[in-house]
C-alpha cells in the first residue's frame, strides 16, 4: 500500500505520550475552557473530548464518534463534510464563544470553500496531497483570528493539539480508504512591553496517517482520542483481540458478527463486510462506554456519506452553495432534516 507523504508528517506512538499529558492532565484538567479576559476582547474556547473508532474495506468505511466530556457542559465531537471524499470530526476547541455575541464560533460552520482547492495554497505544505493542504489550511485560517484574541498566559499542556481533525476519506487517483489525524499545536510569546500580555500563534498542522498500515502490516481498527491522558482503558481492537467477555457474547449472537470480528482480529479488517462490522459497532460501544453519547456513520466511496446514528443536536439545514445547485434533495448529507415546526 503506497503512502501519501505529507510535509511533517509524524508517525507518533501515542503511548509513549501519555505519560507526559498525564501529569500535565493534573493540571490543565479540570479547567477546560482557555479564556482570555480582557474586558473588550474576551473570548472562551471550549473543548470536545472523544474517540474515534474507523473500520475501513476496499470501498466502504464505516465510523464512530464516541463523547468522552471533558467536564459539564463541553460539546461533543462534531462531524462536518469536508469535500466529496472527505469527512472530518473535530475534536479540542471545536466551539468557541465571544460572551457580547449571541451564538458561538462553530469551526464545523462556514467551510464550504475547502472543496474547491484555492490555487494560492498549492505548495505551501511542499509535497503535501493538495487536497489534505486545503483542508489543512482552512482551518489554520479559522483558528488564528481566535486563538490570537488570547492574551493570558494558558496552563495548558504543552504537548496536546489546542485542536485536532480527524480526516476520514478516500484519498485521489484509487489510493483508497484513509485516515488522517490533523493536530494544530499553539505557542504564546509575552510581549515585554505590554506587561503580562501574551501573543498567541496557532501552529500548522501536524499529520498523521492512521490507515492504511505500512505495506504488509495487519490491516485493524483506526482508533485515536483527544485528549489522549483522559481516553483510558484499551482500544476496541485490543478488547476484540484479548476476547473481552461482553464483546465475545455479542459477537456469537450472531453468525455475521462472528465473521466479521473474526477478520477484524487477524488482522484483516479490511475482509470484514462493511454493513456487518457497522451493526456489531452500532451495539458494541454501549457496552463498552456505557451511557455515552455517540455518533456512527458510513462512507462509501461511490455513494457518499450515511447516518446510522445520527447526532442528538438538531442541525439547520444548510443554504446550498453555488457548487450544489445540481445537488439532488435526496443525496447523502451530514445533516439531519430537523422536523418543520407544527
Given at each position: 500500500?503506497?503512502?501519501?507523504?505529507?510535509?511533517?508528517?509524524?508517525?507518533?506512538?501515542?503511548?509513549?505520550?501519555?505519560?507526559?499529558?498525564?501529569?500535565?492532565?493534573?493540571?490543565?484538567?479540570?479547567?477546560?475552557?482557555?479564556?482570555?479576559?480582557?474586558?473588550?476582547?474576551?473570548?472562551?474556547?471550549?473543548?470536545?473530548?472523544?474517540?474515534?473508532?474507523?473500520?475501513?474495506?476496499?470501498?466502504?468505511?464505516?465510523?464512530?464518534?464516541?463523547?468522552?466530556?471533558?467536564?459539564?457542559?463541553?460539546?461533543?465531537?462534531?462531524?462536518?463534510?469536508?469535500?466529496?471524499?472527505?469527512?472530518?470530526?473535530?475534536?479540542?476547541?471545536?466551539?468557541?464563544?465571544?460572551?457580547?455575541?449571541?451564538?458561538?464560533?462553530?469551526?464545523?460552520?462556514?467551510?464550504?470553500?475547502?472543496?474547491?482547492?484555492?490555487?494560492?495554497?498549492?505548495?505551501?505544505?511542499?509535497?503535501?496531497?493538495?487536497?489534505?493542504?486545503?483542508?489543512?489550511?482552512?482551518?489554520?485560517?479559522?483558528?488564528?483570528?481566535?486563538?490570537?484574541?488570547?492574551?493570558?498566559?494558558?496552563?495548558?499542556?504543552?504537548?496536546?493539539?489546542?485542536?485536532?481533525?480527524?480526516?476520514?476519506?478516500?484519498?485521489?487517483?484509487?489510493?483508497?480508504?484513509?485516515?488522517?489525524?490533523?493536530?494544530?499545536?499553539?505557542?504564546?510569546?509575552?510581549?515585554?512591553?505590554?506587561?503580562?500580555?501574551?501573543?498567541?500563534?496557532?501552529?500548522?498542522?501536524?499529520?498523521?496517517?492512521?490507515?492504511?498500515?505500512?505495506?504488509?502490516?495487519?490491516?485493524?481498527?483506526?482508533?485515536?482520542?483527544?485528549?489522549?491522558?483522559?481516553?483510558?482503558?484499551?482500544?476496541l481492537q485490543q478488547l476484540l483481540e484479548g476476547?473481552?467477555?461482553?464483546?465475545?457474547?455479542?459477537?456469537?449472537?450472531?453468525?455475521?458478527?462472528?465473521?466479521?470480528?473474526?477478520?477484524?482480529?487477524?488482522?484483516?479488517?479490511?475482509?470484514?463486510?462493511?454493513?456487518?462490522?457497522?451493526?456489531?459497532?452500532?451495539?458494541?460501544?454501549?457496552?463498552?462506554?456505557?451511557?455515552?453519547?455517540?455518533?456512527?456513520?458510513?462512507?462509501?466511496?461511490?455513494?457518499?456519506?450515511?447516518?446510522?446514528?445520527?447526532?442528538?443536536?438538531?442541525?439547520?439545514?444548510?443554504?446550498?452553495?453555488?457548487?450544489?445547485?445540481?445537488?439532488?434533495?435526496?443525496?447523502?448529507?451530514?445533516?439531519?432534516?430537523?422536523?418543520?415546526?407544527?
Amino acid at each position: 500500500m503506497r503512502m501519501r507523504r505529507v510535509y511533517l508528517l509524524r508517525l507518533k506512538r501515542r503511548g509513549a505520550a501519555c505519560a507526559v499529558l498525564a501529569l500535565a492532565a493534573v493540571v490543565a484538567w479540570p479547567a477546560m475552557r482557555l479564556v482570555a479576559q480582557d474586558q473588550d476582547d474576551e473570548i472562551v474556547a471550549t473543548l470536545a473530548g472523544g474517540r474515534v473508532i474507523v473500520h475501513a474495506t476496499a470501498e466502504n468505511i464505516a465510523f464512530a464518534a464516541i463523547n468522552e466530556p471533558l467536564e459539564n457542559g463541553t460539546v461533543p465531537p462534531r462531524v462536518v463534510s469536508l469535500d466529496s471524499h472527505h469527512v472530518g470530526v473535530l475534536l479540542g476547541s471545536s466551539e468557541w464563544r465571544i460572551p457580547a455575541e449571541p451564538a458561538p464560533i462553530r469551526m464545523d460552520k462556514g467551510l464550504s470553500h475547502i472543496a474547491v482547492a484555492d490555487p494560492k495554497y498549492q505548495g505551501a505544505y511542499n509535497d503535501t496531497e493538495s487536497d489534505l493542504e486545503t483542508i489543512g489550511v482552512a482551518f489554520l485560517e479559522k483558528l488564528t483570528p481566535l486563538a490570537a484574541r488570547l492574551h493570558h498566559k494558558l496552563d495548558f499542556p504543552h504537548d496536546q493539539p489546542l485542536f485536532e481533525l480527524v480526516v476520514i476519506g478516500f484519498g485521489p487517483r484509487d489510493y483508497g480508504p484513509e485516515v488522517w489525524t490533523l493536530e494544530y499545536g499553539m505557542t504564546q510569546s509575552m510581549i515585554a512591553t505590554r506587561g503580562e500580555y501574551w501573543q498567541t500563534k496557532v501552529m500548522r498542522p501536524r499529520f498523521e496517517q492512521l490507515y492504511p498500515p505500512e505495506k504488509k502490516a495487519p490491516k485493524k481498527l483506526a482508533e485515536t482520542c483527544y485528549p489522549s491522558s483522559a481516553c483510558k482503558g484499551p482500544q476496541l481492537q485490543q478488547l476484540l483481540e484479548g476476547n473481552e467477555p461482553s464483546l465475545a457474547k455479542l459477537s456469537d449472537s450472531d453468525p455475521r458478527y462472528l465473521k466479521a470480528v473474526d477478520f477484524v482480529t487477524k488482522g484483516q479488517a479490511q475482509k470484514a463486510a462493511s454493513k456487518d462490522f457497522a451493526e456489531f459497532l452500532r451495539a458494541a460501544i454501549p457496552i463498552v462506554y456505557p451511557g455515552r453519547q455517540f455518533v456512527l456513520g458510513t462512507f462509501e466511496e461511490q455513494r457518499g456519506f450515511n447516518w446510522i446514528v445520527p447526532p442528538e443536536e438538531p442541525i439547520e439545514r444548510a443554504q446550498k452553495q453555488p457548487e450544489d445547485k445540481n445537488r439532488p434533495a435526496e443525496a447523502p448529507t451530514l445533516r439531519r432534516r430537523v422536523d418543520p415546526p407544527r
